[in-house]
């Protein structure tokens, strides 16, 4: 491939294409391995915000004790 005026590698104008991009995912173990665990982590970290948002507004009635909550977590 040449070289862009940018320095990248790929020329301007070159698209991937959904197909091309999973193809790519699913034949590397290892980005697939990696793509799999940030899903798992962002889906656990959008419950837990979730979840921390409702029981600070409903249970404890104090929407103001979510950001330390928010913050344990993040940190965590």
């Keep these: 491939s040449r070289r862009c005026e940018r320095g990248d590698l790929a020329p301007r104008g070159d698209r991937t ?9 699913f034949r590397n ?7 799999a ?22 249970v404890v009635r104090d929407e103001g004790a979510f950001p330390v909550f928010a913050l344990a977590v993040g940190v965590g």
């Design 17 to 25: 294409s959904l197909r091309a991009l999973s193809r790519a995912v």
């Design 29 to 35: 173990d290892q980005l697939l391995w990696v793509s």
């Design 37 to 58: 665990a940030l899903l798992c982590f962002v889906m656990a970290y959008g419950t837990t915000s979730t979840f921390g948002l409702y029981y600070f507004k409903y």
